[in-house]
């Protein structure tokens, strides 16, 4: 187990250099741009542009780069994206990544245990009419797209009722624990987690449905189990072995966030500054941030991968045929 | 039947006259099966049919492109069609004025409002009650036609103003108004009010009316010198007048004007521009996935047959590939190739770069699972190159899977698409084509006030979805023999 870890790390360290040396490549090949902010002194954006070596040839570039990477974690200067010109790439973004966990955060806690609940509800009903009812909900949550969602519950909720800001509460000003930043997140943790309880739902049905027709059911049954236990005891314990792994891959993607989200809602984070950084063509920022999301896959990937052999000891991982 | 004791004959001398040809003089056939075969197809055919579900979202699906393809024939307008005018008209059908979709809206005003809607001839008849009085004002109840422009100060030239004259005679029309005269007032907020043609009457300081005693407002007419009223005066060779905008449009273009889903911003016609948007959205749903499963199916073939160090090698390509997000991707693109090739073909190369992957890794495991059984061995002892066993004998069995990842794919693809240009990631805004996540992002501004124009690409995008997602479904099922006679 230990050399399968350690090997899936190295795998995913050479992964993730690969896609990085590719994005700068790509990305580099076209100028980046540096303009002069008129409190600055005037040599400073061409000291800058020398220290990075932004005229130098693309294989400089990268080197430079990289031992910047490697030995201070420098990603570089954000140029235009970020408000304040010049400050790194890393605070601008990182500075964002706390509104975007709050959000995803509350969006988890309540979607993992609603869609556990229904999904088990329905499995436990299958092919009656409650079961029916809970598939075509999960069948419309799953298709119809977040933002419509999004504007369906801020067209009712804040503009027509008015129960609820239709944008997020600055927190700067509010606080992240005040009655009015947590309102005003309802709605979009809400949108965010329709999908989410309609994944979890299929999901643990599905499991749940395969595991309460296996034989060693019927044998707990025999063994004089009534129905609760046996469900309880073994049916549940035994479907969460591929749900556990999905909860944890939730968990590392609330980092991610949501493009669509932030954006309708005036979310100050992760995605806010990705669509900047495209927008006003910051690309270090955009460089910075398309590695963030690839570490986020790879990490969460990986995890999954590692959870299942933990939750299940049957499951091996890596070694040889036996 | 008697038992024969075998002991008691002697079968080892039995001569020829002994024996005889039981059916001598009929010819014995297999008997012809009385039922019809049923084949693979057919057999999908047999079940899809039997859910109900997906019969039901094969036929909206087809409704919904029906829709975009034939649904701008319907309409007299062009995408590129704007009318400053008429922004935010609200949906209107030919069925006339009911109060449901006929292009009303219900308003509560207060006085200076209603006279104002009131004026334009925009109130529509029979629907006004009187309502409470708030802070002094009387407040109205009453429906307004959002299609009713009113008056405008407009420019015309010798021709037009000629043409106008002579339709006024024709039909019996009044087009031309009286000019307005502002001199009675020296109050400049109310002066500013007077640019507005529709104020042809006193306003008092408040810019509530003035009304005389029977409760009318007084009008403001221009009155030359013998007291006659004033319909124009010259700028130029020009005619500077005071239209009703709406007979106007009238007598331009033959009609009134009519949206069947409202208009947006620039006075264009969603419904029109909703079917251009679908269309886009579709054939790039259809093209992307088309290419991506060929992809696949080529690549995937190719690892699965040969295996070894070319399936390593591949494999390790796609591994590296799958990790990159595809978002990441399509906005690379977008600022690289949008801008020479166009922000279609360069959506279409990030889709196809990525996509083909998991088409890929599904054909490569057919190949694993049937490259060794029994008849490909045969039909390779029988000379069957490889391409022949490869298209010929391995991958018909994944044929029902293909269909149904390739009907899979699309809302996918279209999910993205409309995603990205809400999120104005990609432009797909140029000529005659838009795309409903550029509507969407439209209507994303004017939610609070005018929800039509968000609310028709938002239902038609949630339709289209659910109605794919359940046609794959009883595709994948109905393409899954294991399941056959599981349902009853």
Request: aromatic share 14%; proline share 4%.
């Given at each position: 187990?230990?050399?399968?870890?350690?090997?899936?790390?190295?795998?995913?360290?050479?992964?993730?250099?690969?896609?990085?040396?590719?994005?700068?490549?790509?990305?580099?090949?076209?100028?980046?741009?540096?303009?002069?902010?008129?409190?600055?002194?005037?040599?400073?954006?061409?000291?800058?542009?020398?220290?990075?070596?932004?005229?130098?040839?693309?294989?400089?570039?990268?080197?430079?780069?990289?031992?910047?990477?490697?030995?201070?974690?420098?990603?570089?200067?954000?140029?235009?994206?970020?408000?304040?010109?010049?400050?790194?790439?890393?605070?601008?973004?990182?500075?964002?990544?706390?509104?975007?966990?709050?959000?995803?955060?509350?969006?988890?806690?309540?979607?993992?245990?609603?869609?556990?609940?229904?999904?088990?509800?329905?499995?436990?009903?299958?092919?009656?009419?409650?079961?029916?009812?809970?598939?075509?909900?999960?069948?419309?949550?799953?298709?119809?797209?977040?933002?419509?969602?999004?504007?369906?519950?801020q067209y009712f909720f804040s503009f027509k009722l008015g129960w609820f800001d239709f944008q997020m509460a600055a927190t700067s000003r509010y606080g992240w624990f005040s009655w009015k930043t947590i309102s005003s997140v309802i709605l979009p943790v809400l949108s965010l987690s329709f999908g989410s309880i309609a994944g979890f739902t299929r999901y643990t049905r599905a499991e749940l449905t395969e595991v309460l027709?296996?034989?060693?059911?019927?044998?707990?049954?025999?063994?004089?189990?009534?129905?609760?236990?046996?469900?309880?005891?073994?049916?549940?314990?035994?479907?969460?072995?591929?749900?556990?792994?999905?909860?944890?891959?939730?968990?590392?993607?609330?980092?991610?966030?949501?493009?669509?989200?932030?954006?309708?809602?005036?979310?100050?984070?992760?995605?806010?500054?990705?669509?900047?950084?495209?927008?006003?063509?910051?690309?270090?920022?955009?460089?910075?941030?398309?590695?963030?999301?690839?570490?986020?896959?790879?990490?969460?990937?990986?995890?999954?991968?590692?959870?299942?052999?933990?939750?299940?000891?049957?499951?091996?991982?890596?070694?040889?045929?036996? | 039947?008697?038992?024969?004791?075998?002991?008691?004959?002697?079968?080892?001398?039995?001569?020829?006259?002994?024996?005889?040809?039981?059916?001598?003089?009929?010819?014995?056939?297999?008997?012809?099966?009385?039922?019809?075969?049923?084949?693979?197809?057919?057999?999908?055919?047999?079940?899809?049919?039997?859910?109900?579900?997906?019969?039901?979202?094969?036929?909206?699906?087809?409704?919904?492109?029906?829709?975009?393809?034939?649904?701008?024939?319907?309409?007299?307008?062009?995408?590129?069609?704007?009318?400053?005018?008429?922004?935010?008209?609200?949906?209107?059908?030919?069925?006339?004025?009911?109060?449901?979709?006929?292009?009303?809206?219900?308003?509560?005003?207060?006085?200076?409002?209603?006279?104002?809607?009131?004026?334009?001839?925009?109130?529509?008849?029979?629907?006004?009650?009187?309502?409470?009085?708030?802070?002094?004002?009387?407040?109205?109840?009453?429906?307004?036609?959002?299609?009713?422009?009113?008056?405008?100060?407009?420019?015309?030239?010798?021709?037009?103003?000629?043409?106008?004259?002579?339709?006024?005679?024709?039909?019996?029309?009044?087009?031309?108004?009286?000019?307005?005269?502002?001199?009675?007032?020296?109050?400049?907020?109310?002066?500013?009010?007077?640019?507005?043609?529709?104020?042809?009457?006193?306003?008092?300081?408040?810019?509530?009316?003035?009304?005389?005693?029977?409760?009318?407002?007084?009008?403001?007419?221009?009155?030359?010198?013998?007291?006659?009223?004033?319909?124009?005066?010259?700028?130029?060779?020009?005619?500077?007048?005071?239209?009703?905008?709406?007979?106007?449009?009238?007598?331009?273009?033959?009609?009134?004007?009519?949206?069947?889903?409202?208009?947006?911003?620039?006075?264009?016609?969603?419904?029109?521009?909703?079917?251009?948007?679908?269309?886009?959205?579709?054939?790039?749903?259809?093209?992307?996935?088309?290419?991506?499963?060929?992809?696949?199916?080529?690549?995937?073939?190719?690892?699965?047959?040969?295996?070894?160090?070319?399936?390593?090698?591949?494999?390790?390509?796609?591994?590296?590939?799958?990790?990159?997000?595809?978002?990441?991707?399509?906005?690379?693109?977008?600022?690289?190739?949008?801008?020479?090739?166009?922000?279609?073909?360069?959506?279409?190369?990030?889709?196809?770069?990525?996509?083909?992957?998991?088409?890929?890794?599904?054909?490569?495991?057919?190949?694993?699972?049937?490259?060794?059984?029994?008849?490909?061995?045969?039909?390779?002892?029988?000379?069957?190159?490889?391409?022949?066993?490869?298209?010929?004998?391995?991958?018909?069995?994944?044929?029902?899977?293909?269909?149904?990842?390739?009907?899979?794919?699309?809302?996918?693809?279209?999910?993205?698409?409309?995603?990205?240009?809400?999120?104005?990631?990609?432009?797909?805004?140029?000529?005659?084509?838009?795309?409903?996540?550029?509507?969407?992002?439209?209507?994303?501004?004017?939610?609070?006030?005018?929800?039509?124009?968000?609310?028709?690409?938002a239902i038609f995008i949630s339709i289209l979805m659910i109605a794919f997602n359940l046609f794959g479904n009883g595709l994948r099922d109905a393409f899954n023999p294991s399941l056959r006679g599981v349902e009853e």
């Amino acid at each position: 187990m230990g050399k399968y870890v350690i090997k899936r790390i190295l795998l995913m360290f050479v992964t993730g250099f690969i896609i990085m040396t590719m994005l700068f490549m790509m990305i580099r090949l076209m100028p980046v741009e540096t303009p002069t902010p008129p409190d600055m002194p005037v040599d400073y954006v061409a000291n800058l542009r020398k220290a990075y070596g932004y005229d130098e040839p693309l294989l400089v570039q990268y080197w430079i780069f990289l031992k910047g990477l490697f030995t201070e974690f420098d990603w570089g200067l954000a140029t235009k994206a970020g408000g304040s010109a010049y400050t790194p790439v890393t605070q601008v973004c990182l500075e964002k990544l706390p509104a975007t966990m709050y959000v995803n955060l509350f969006s988890i806690i309540i979607s993992i245990p609603i869609g556990l609940g229904l999904g088990i509800f329905a499995a436990l009903k299958k092919n009656k009419w409650q079961d029916q009812v809970i598939s075509i909900l999960v069948m419309v949550a799953i298709s119809v797209p977040g933002f419509v969602v999004a504007f369906l519950l801020q067209y009712f909720f804040s503009f027509k009722l008015g129960w609820f800001d239709f944008q997020m509460a600055a927190t700067s000003r509010y606080g992240w624990f005040s009655w009015k930043t947590i309102s005003s997140v309802i709605l979009p943790v809400l949108s965010l987690s329709f999908g989410s309880i309609a994944g979890f739902t299929r999901y643990t049905r599905a499991e749940l449905t395969e595991v309460l027709t296996s034989e060693f059911m019927a044998l707990a049954r025999a063994k004089g189990l009534t129905r609760t236990q046996a469900t309880i005891h073994h049916a549940l314990r035994n479907s969460m072995v591929p749900i556990f792994p999905m909860i944890i891959g939730e968990f590392i993607s609330i980092m991610s966030g949501s493009l669509i989200v932030e954006q309708i809602f005036g979310i100050p984070g992760i995605g806010s500054v990705y669509l900047q950084s495209i927008n006003v063509r910051d690309y270090n920022v955009f460089l910075f941030l398309s590695m963030f999301y690839v570490a986020i896959g790879l990490v969460a990937g990986l995890l999954v991968d590692l959870s299942y052999g933990f939750v299940d000891p049957r499951i091996r991982m890596g070694g040889g045929k036996a | 039947m008697e038992y024969i004791d075998p002991k008691q004959y002697d079968f080892s001398s039995i001569t020829k006259e002994q024996l005889e040809i039981a059916n001598k003089d009929e010819n014995i056939f297999d008997q012809k099966f009385e039922t019809k075969p049923v084949g693979y197809f057919k057999d999908a055919w047999i079940r899809f049919t039997k859910n109900k579900g997906s019969v039901v979202a094969a036929v909206i699906l087809l409704i919904l492109v029906a829709f975009a393809a034939l649904g701008p024939i319907a309409s007299p307008w062009k995408t590129t069609d704007t009318n400053p005018m008429y922004q935010y008209c609200l949906p209107k059908s030919h069925f006339g004025s009911n109060g449901f979709w006929d292009g009303t809206e219900t308003k509560s005003a207060p006085e200076k409002t209603y006279y104002y809607d009131l004026g334009r001839n925009a109130v529509v008849e029979g629907s006004v009650s009187k309502g409470d009085v708030v802070e002094g004002a009387q407040y109205y109840s009453y429906r307004v036609d959002t299609y009713i422009k009113g008056y405008i100060f407009d420019d015309l030239t010798p021709e037009e103003y000629e043409a106008v004259i002579k339709y006024q005679e024709e039909k019996g029309i009044q087009i031309l108004y009286p000019l307005l005269d502002t001199s009675y007032t020296t109050n400049t907020k109310i002066l500013q009010q007077h640019n507005n043609a529709n104020y042809f009457y006193q306003l008092d300081k408040k810019l509530n009316p003035i009304l005389d005693r029977d409760g009318n407002v007084i009008p403001i007419y221009l009155k030359d010198n013998e007291g006659n009223l004033v319909y124009y005066y010259h700028n130029g060779a020009n005619y500077e007048v005071r239209i009703d905008y709406d007979q106007y449009y009238i007598m331009i273009n033959g009609k009134a004007p009519l949206f069947y889903f409202g208009s947006d911003n620039m006075g264009r016609d969603i419904y029109t521009r909703l079917c251009h948007g679908a269309r886009l959205s579709l054939i790039l749903g259809v093209v992307v996935s088309l290419i991506n499963i060929v992809l696949g199916i080529i690549y995937g073939a190719i690892e699965g047959y040969y295996g070894g160090t070319v399936d390593l090698v591949m494999e390790r390509i796609s591994d590296i590939l799958v990790e990159i997000p595809s978002l990441i991707l399509l906005t690379l693109f977008q600022i690289y190739l949008a801008s020479t090739w166009g922000p279609v073909p360069a959506l279409l190369l990030a889709f196809v770069l990525t996509g083909w992957i998991g088409t890929a890794s599904r054909v490569r495991m057919q190949f694993y699972r049937y490259k060794r059984q029994e008849y490909v061995l045969a039909a390779r002892v029988l000379g069957a190159k490889d391409r022949r066993i490869i298209f010929r004998h391995i991958l018909p069995n994944a044929v029902g899977t293909l269909i149904t990842s390739c009907i899979l794919m699309i809302p996918g693809v279209i999910f993205t698409e409309s995603t990205l240009s809400f999120l104005n990631i990609v432009d797909l805004e140029s000529g005659s084509m838009t795309s409903i996540g550029t509507m969407l992002a439209a209507g994303q501004d004017v939610l609070q006030t005018y929800p039509h124009v968000i609310m028709f690409p938002a239902i038609f995008i949630s339709i289209l979805m659910i109605a794919f997602n359940l046609f794959g479904n009883g595709l994948r099922d109905a393409f899954n023999p294991s399941l056959r006679g599981v349902e009853e």
